[in-house]
């Protein structure tokens, strides 16, 4: 008996404490006392009509004209009501206007907007955030928070109290016409979740949250603004899936609910009575039910779902009576606080109702600042709005929502780009173009473009795998998002024949029009197609990034809510903003401003410059042009330059260093060991670790040309050269210019007879790597060009990387490096600068190379992530430390293994400010590869210096590359 009434009690008790952790009062401010009694103070100075007032939120653009402004100032000066919610226009336009009304306000407004998104919902100029179904795959509630919060900062700069977001309709309907991609999913629980943390987020930074549409406004197929959506569902499920996120963020401080205008015969028996002026749903559910204690308002008034119901009088009357708190956008204000004002006089609507609402209302405006009212300030708005933290944020969500849905046979990420050969086709009419060049920034894609099935299934033949991309505009939500007919059969065919990557930049919903996905090995879904989602999901299919994303929603009847697959990082290079790596963006600037002065002192004609911290490119442009004329073409990121020595780190030692770690030869192994015919020289002896540590007595060059110019004339003799190729003579040195076949032996005994330097020093030498090339092309029994490109270019995907680049491109798309009155007599452009690059073919060991900064920044990469690239691993991080050590500084040497490494004194081939466990090189034409460990930085310089002649030293003597790396350490925020 006991137990029966202690159970009694304590089941009492429960109810008791649960009921009073519910009565949550969201706009309650910490000095409620005060508050409260300004909250009087301000009631009881207003009149009736002016408390009346207080009930409405009118509409205000800020793009519509004197006129409309007129009006709204009107409404505002004769009836002081309550708030504005503003809609389309611009923010200085808004901000002006909105200080305006605010003046005319005996007690300030309560401003607000529908920002889902963001203010770029309504104004332009404004950043734009993912829509709540893109949130809904990102696992991480924080960033949803952090959205929540981002968004929050961006309404109160322009002065809005409310946000009518977040939309906690659970979308179990694809066929829903105005929710859809406003929605966080389908799943209740999860909707929940992102919601709460949207809310937390924007209430934070002291914005009040709105949940709409009450009581759910997901599982309809018409649209509540042009008729009356029904609801067919019973209370029951309406109780556990619709009504489930306000039970759920009523406990925790939400501080306002939007009622839709829906019929919901299991929740009004009235036909077709709107859910907005039901007092069993505002009040009876809403109120008492869920004990909701914040602002109540209803949606739009002028909507037909409920102003066809009856007069606009009438209908605002009808709002208040069922419970609402504040009208918004009434069809017609004046008459609207006319009927109000009617029933008050009539005694329909009492004092204290009357005095319930109002009060709310007042105490929201308390708990939003305005008993201190401040203008909004117009300066830099336009810079708050849009800030860089915006954009990394967008970057860190598509991250982390990009979905892949499907991945048979683990065809993303692509791997081995040595073995795979690559066609995109686009879909849709939407803009595809950073997707294809992002795509292109990781290997050779070819776009595939045609109107005819059979000419395109012909064209895909050569390649092995085909990304589909299907792009429509995603500028609001509403956007159709489905592919046509005909795209429909395409992709069945082409996947019939091809591996088929098919990318939906739109809702998950365009994959329900497929009617088999079976043929389709992957499907991703990057929900926008927007130029950082484009980015981002090339990004993950090539490995950059890993896949963390899940689907919100069904997508195709195999392809279920929550399905998604996680793919891991391949360390590719990704791309981002300065501040993503804790760099600044406004210190980077400087380095354009020293690269144009470099222009236009005439130090060189244009280059290019790449800086990637953490994996990431964050700063890569194009200055100048090919040549200093005015018609010259201007550079461009696939325009490649010569990169003179930086042959040397990125064809010939990378080789050199493989063998190593394969023990194929070792530091001590001696030239003559690994060259016979040097065997009884006196390079017999010179051990590899001496020659690439540039400390063997070696001279530093040999100028070989000079033996084979007439004495004279100082032109080719035709002993050695032909203007036109022949059996003997086909090795190319330049246009019209061919060069005896058997000479480049005559360069390896050249090197092989010349004398060693009196004085064993530090002395940068050519020779060494001239003499390796020789080795390797032994070794491998093929060109040094071959070896590079099986052993490192193809597989890490640098297309733009060649020697001899006049054989995969054409001339103007290869920056010009002299005009040659010495040699060649000639502009060189396509052809090596290096005279004895030139005489080998165009292929040298330490010269000869072709590339972009882009590329490049590849080799560099990997070579900071020591020897892992792309999912493969070209050597072993003891080969590359072994190789960057400084085995010589005792005897004041800075060189690495190949390798270039920090000034031990004063002066040196760096800024001063990087780390000595860096390393890289330069390049005679005007070239910069550094990589910093410490700091995780690459840095590319490319440029042209020697045009039009290789005696123009300022971009040396200025100290141009130095000066821009400085400048790079700089900006990093320590």
């Known amino acids: 008996m006991v137990l029966k009434k202690n159970s009694v009690v304590l089941g009492l008790l429960f109810i008791f404490i649960q009921g009073f952790s519910q009565q949550v009062d969201p706009l309650v401010t910490t000095d409620s006392e005060q508050q409260k009694v300004w909250v009087d103070s301000i009631y009881n100075s207003l009149s009736l009509q002016e408390k009346i007032g207080q009930l409405f ?131 209740r629980d999860k909707v929940t979740e992102k919601a709460m943390a949207f809310m937390e987020g924007m209430q934070s930074a002291g914005v009040l949250a709105n949940a709409k549409h009450f009581p759910g406004h997901g599982d309809t197929e018409q649209d509540s603004h042009k008729t009356l959506p029904t609801i067919t569902f019973s209370k029951e499920r309406i109780d556990s899936v619709e009504l489930y996120p306000y039970k759920q963020l009523i ?34 559910l809403l109120k008492d039910k869920l004990q909701f204690n914040g602002l109540i308002f209803t949606d739009a008034l002028e909507m037909k779902g409920v102003a066809n119901y ?43 109702r009357l005095a319930y609402s109002v009060k709310k209302v007042l105490k929201a405006k308390y708990k939003v600042g305005l008993n201190n009212y401040k203008p909004v300030a117009q300066a830099h708005l336009y810079e708050d709005l849009n800030r860089v933290e915006d ?32 066609a995109y086709i686009g879909m849709g009419d939407g803009d595809n173009s950073t997707f294809v060049e992002t795509l292109k920034k990781y290997t050779s894609v070819a776009y595939i473009h045609g109107d005819d099935l059979s000419d395109v299934v012909n064209r895909i033949k050569p390649y092995d795998l085909v990304i589909i991309g299907h792009h429509r505009s995603t500028q609001t939500p509403w956007k159709a998002a489905d592919f046509t007919d005909q795209e429909k059969v395409w992709i069945y065919e082409i996947a019939r024949q091809k591996k088929v990557i098919l990318d939906a930049f739109v809702k998950p919903y365009a994959l329900l029009d497929l009617q088999s996905i079976d043929n389709i090995e992957s499907i991703i879904v990057s929900y926008l197609n927007d ?6 999901s090339a990004e993950l299919i090539f490995g950059a990034l890993a896949s963390k994303g899940s689907l919100p929603v069904m997508a195709h009847e195999k392809l279920p809510e929550n399905r998604g697959f996680l793919t891991n990082s391949l360390s590719r290079l990704g791309y981002s903003v300065p501040e993503r790596v804790g760099m600044n963006s406004k210190t980077l600037k400087k380095v354009d401003s020293v690269m144009k002065l470099a222009i236009s002192s005439g130090a060189t004609p244009g280059g290019q410059i790449l800086i990637a911290r953490q994996g990431k490119v964050i700063y890569n ?7 200093y004329g005015a018609d010259s073409e201007p550079v461009r990121s696939n325009n490649l330059y010569d990169l003179a020595s930086l042959t040397k780190i990125t064809a010939t030692l990378p ?142 995907g640098m297309n733009y990387t060649t020697f001899n680049p006049l054989d995969k491109f054409g001339k103007g798309e290869i920056v010009p490096t002299e005009v040659d009155d010495y040699f060649r007599y000639q502009t060189i452009q396509g052809y090596v600068h290096d005279m004895g690059a030139a005489m080998l073919g165009g292929v040298g060991g330490h010269a000869g190379l072709f590339s972009t900064s882009n590329d490049l920044a590849k080799m560099m990469q990997m070579y900071l992530q020591k020897g892992y690239y792309g999912g493969k691993r070209y050597f072993s991080s003891e080969t590359l430390d072994k190789f960057n050590t400084c085995y010589y500084c005792d005897q004041d040497n800075r060189r690495g293994v190949g390798f270039d490494k920090p000034q031990l004194g004063e002066s040196g081939p760096t800024c001063g400010c990087v780390s000595m466990m860096s390393f890289g090189h330069s390049g005679f034409t005007g070239t910069y590869a550094w990589v910093d460990p410490t700091d995780s930085l690459v840095y590319i310089f490319l440029s042209n210096r020697t045009y039009p002649t290789m005696l123009n030293r300022k971009l040396i003597s ?10 790079i350490y700089e900006s990093i925020e320590r």
Do not use: C
């Open 57 to 187: 939120m009118i509409r205000a653009f800020s793009d519509k004209g004197k006129a409309h402004i007129d009006d709204v100032k009107k409404l505002v000066s004769e009836y002081q009501v309550g708030g504005v919610i503003f809609s389309t226009g611009g923010p200085y336009r808004q901000a002006k206007l909105n200080n305006e009304l605010q003046s005319l306000s005996k007690v300030k407004m309560l401003m607000s907007m529908d920002a889902e998104w963001g203010l770029s919902m309504r104004l332009d100029s404004t950043f734009a955030f993912p829509y709540n179904m893109v949130l809904g795959a990102v696992k991480d509630n924080d960033l949803i928070r952090r959205v929540g919060k981002h968004i929050g900062e961006h309404t109160k700069r322009m002065g809005m109290h409310i946000n009518f977001a977040p939309d906690v309709d659970i979308n179990t309907n694809p066929k829903n016409p105005i929710i859809g991609n406003r929605s966080f999913g389908e799943n």
């Open 251 to 284: 406990p925790k401080g939400l501080a306002s609910v939007m009622v839709a205008h829906l019929s919901v015969p299991s929740l009004e028996s009235r036909p077709g009575f709107p859910s907005s002026i039901s007092e069993g749903i505002v009040t009876g």
């Open 310 to 352: 009856a007069d606009s009088g009438n209908v605002d009357l009808s709002a208040f009576l069922a419970g609402n708190d504040m009208l918004l956008i009434s069809a017609d204000t004046p008459e609207g606080i006319k009927k109000l004002t009617e029933a008050y006089t009539n005694g329909i609507i009492t004092e204290e």
């Open 391 to 422: 954009t990394i944020l967008f970057e860190e969500v598509m991250e982390n929502a990009i979905t892949v849905a499907k991945n048979d046979e683990q065809t993303i990420p692509i791997r081995d780009l040595d073995k795979k050969s690559i």
């Open 531 to 536: 130029p950082i989602s484009q980015e981002k």
């Open 621 to 627: 442009k194009n200055f100048g042009k090919f040549s």
């Open 655 to 796: 080789n050199i260093m493989q063998l190593v770690e394969k023990k194929e030869i070792t530091f001590n192994s001696t030239l003559g060991e690994m060259l016979p015919e040097l065997k009884g020289s006196n390079k017999e002896d010179l051990k590899l670790l001496a020659v690439l540590s540039h400390y063997a007595r070696l001279k530093p060059w040999i100028p070989f040309y000079i033996s084979t110019l007439d004495q004279g004339t100082k032109k080719p003799l035709d002993t050695y050269y032909k203007d036109a190729p022949t059996k003997n003579f086909d090795t190319q040195v330049a246009d019209h210019l061919y060069i005896r076949n058997d000479y480049k032996d005559s360069i390896i005994d050249q090197i092989k007879e010349s004398e060693l330097l009196s004085k064993l020093q530090y002395r940068y030498s050519d020779l060494p790597f001239i003499l390796l090339q020789r080795y390797l092309e032994n070794y491998y029994h093929r060109p040094l060009d071959k070896i590079a490109q099986d052993n490192f270019y193809k597989s890490l």
């Open 958 to 967: 200025e100290g141009t590359r130095t000066v821009i790396q400085e400048i």
